[in-house]
């Protein structure tokens, strides 16, 4: 990153050198600042510097860093002996503990040091900001500033605005982040900001599926790597941020909007969490691990089929005509009458509905019937994913599923449920964004750059609204409302104009 000759905050001030506090004190000196690391616990704040340094000298030596360079920035660091050495600072950056009384106390204790033009910023991840800034004499000098972990690599920080917050304010720290290398995002002073609210759809809808039956941990994680391109499965994630971090903000964010539907937490985590299964840290999450690496169960095999069914294809399935080109290219015998043979594997691809119901509306022979999800291209995947009903009978299961692996594509076979696992996910993600832009949270383009640098999700959530359809996830949110008449899949007013008139989901306009 290239060093800020002037920056926006001369001198910054860190208060708590934990992992985060440490991470924006080396980006802060790398934008030029002089910055005082502070810290209530003795000898924090100097084993924070050492820690920055030893960044620094690893860089130095892949070469990205001369020694100059690293001995110019380390000069740019000193270590606060008392609390009053935060006087000079123009900025302050509050990050301590998630503890909005103890965050008011340190804060308005900093207040009272410093000039009465200096800027306070917390780095709250859940915590209102407004509610933080009650305490101060000079809330229109205060704002949130949230950074994730870990600071140099995550290249996006939520700029909050609190009720008093005067915006020139929220413009200097967009500026400021600039010149640190990161992107800003200026978010609603609401729960859970952009980031936090907007991953909601992710983790806690693939609880519900694993709650339900439908699958397991495992195989959800490989179903969303694979058919929808997420790096890393929800509950590879939650073993890698740990429960301790991402069960309590799935109950602050569930609280602060007063138990919304959308947002309802899981037994399951609140029951790992109590019991300790945190995840890589405690070497035993969703997945148990061995020297950092988890243990990972192989994938189950696929059956041996002598003797294929005839194949009969639902003239209601989504994507017809691609599953019909599939089945050809796989080898299938195809039927073509209105009705299927009574030896016929009957196939159902449907948005949002169980195949138990798709079975008896369609009048189809339940033992006979498994489902495919045509959500996604087929072309653009790495998994298939087959659900059977109760009745499904074990011939025509395991029929279905050597005929879709024929081609070497991994095959997921999973319990009968009201819409597919990447139909679920990814159309909670689609709708809790587009209510996130219904509530003016922030805008559409700070939602996109946000949830692909803070959650690396394989593109925006309204991004990935477009390229499923925003018709095909507002049919799956729609069915699934039938399904299990849970407000939870209410679709947002946001989603449902923009769906319903086939506009991008990205268009501004109402």
């Known amino acids: 990153m290239t060093q800020q000759n002037t920056p926006i905050f001369s001198t910054v001030g860190i208060v708590g050198t934990g992992a985060m506090g440490r991470g924006i004190a080396q980006i802060a000196a790398q934008a030029g600042s002089q910055v005082v690391l502070f810290d209530a616990a003795p000898d924090a704040g100097g084993k924070a510097l050492a820690a920055i340094c030893q960044q620094w000298e690893k860089l130095a030596e892949k070469g990205r860093l001369t020694q100059e360079q690293v001995a110019q920035r380390v000069e740019k660091l000193?270590?606060?002996?008392s609390i009053q050495d935060l006087a000079p600072c123009d900025l302050v950056v509050e990050?301590?503990?998630?503890?909005?009384?103890?965050?008011?106390?340190?804060?308005?204790e900093i207040e009272a040091i410093v000039s009465a033009d200096a800027v306070l910023v917390s780095n709250t991840s859940s915590l209102s900001v407004t509610a933080i800034a009650a305490c101060l004499k000079r809330p229109a000098q205060f704002a949130g500033f949230h950074f994730f972990n870990p600071v140099p690599l995550m290249k996006v920080v939520e700029v909050i605005a609190g009720l008093k917050t005067e915006p020139t304010i929220c413009a200097k720290l967009a500026v400021y982040a600039q010149q640190m290398g990161h992107k800003a995002v200026q978010a609603a002073d609401t729960p859970g900001f952009i980031v936090n609210h907007a991953g909601r759809g992710f983790g806690t809808e693939a609880l519900r599926i694993v709650s339900e039956g439908v699958a397991d941990f495992v195989t959800i994680d490989r179903i969303?790597?694979?058919?929808?391109?997420?790096?890393?499965?929800?509950?590879e994630l939650m073993d890698l941020t740990a429960l301790d971090v991402s069960h309590p903000v799935m109950e602050s964010i569930y609280h602060q909007y007063f138990e919304e539907p959308r947002y309802r937490p899981s037994v399951i985590t609140a029951q790992r969490l109590a019991g300790g299964v945190l995840g890589r840290k405690t070497n035993a999450g969703?997945?148990?691990?061995?020297?950092?690496?988890?243990?990972?169960p192989p994938e189950p095999a696929v059956p041996v089929v002598t003797d294929m069914p005839p194949v009969w294809v639902s003239p209601r399935a989504s994507r017809r005509s691609e599953l019909l080109h599939l089945l050809k290219d796989l080898g299938a015998t195809i039927e073509t009458g209105a009705s299927p043979s009574m030896n016929a594997l009957t196939i159902v691809a449907p948005l949002g509905f169980d195949i138990t119901t798709v079975a008896v509306v369609e009048r189809l022979d339940p033992s006979r019937t498994v489902g495919i999800d045509m959500l996604v291209d087929d072309a653009a995947t790495k998994r298939r994913v087959l659900a059977t009903n109760p009745a499904t009978r074990a011939d025509m299961r395991d029929a279905a599923h050597a005929l879709f692996a024929r081609d070497g594509k991994a095959v997921s076979v999973i319990r009968d449920s009201g819409g597919f696992v990447t139909q679920r996910v990814v159309s909670t993600i689609v709708n809790i964004a587009a209510d996130i832009c219904q509530q003016s949270?922030?805008?559409?383009?700070?939602?996109?750059?946000?949830?692909?640098?803070?959650?690396?999700?394989p593109q925006g959530p309204l991004a990935m609204g477009n390229l499923?359809?925003?018709?095909?996830?507002?049919?799956?949110?729609?069915?699934?409302?039938?399904?299990?008449?849970?407000?939870?899949?209410?679709?947002?007013?946001?989603?449902?104009?923009?769906?319903?008139?086939?506009?991008?989901?990205?268009h501004t306009e109402e």
């Open 441 to 457: 949270v922030c805008s559409p383009a700070d939602l996109e750059t946000a949830v692909t640098l803070g959650l690396g999700y």
């Open 95 to 108: 990050a301590i503990v998630e503890n909005l009384k103890v965050k008011q106390t340190v804060l308005s």
């Open 468 to 506: 499923y359809g925003p018709t095909n996830v507002l049919e799956v949110l729609f069915n699934m409302q039938t399904v299990y008449g849970d407000p939870r899949y209410r679709p947002s007013p946001w989603l449902r104009r923009r769906g319903a008139i086939g506009l991008s989901l990205l």
């Open 224 to 235: 969303l790597r694979d058919q929808a391109g997420f790096k890393l499965g929800p509950f």
């Open 286 to 296: 969703f997945y148990d691990y061995i020297d950092g690496k988890a243990v990972i």
């Open 78 to 81: 000193s270590v606060a002996v």
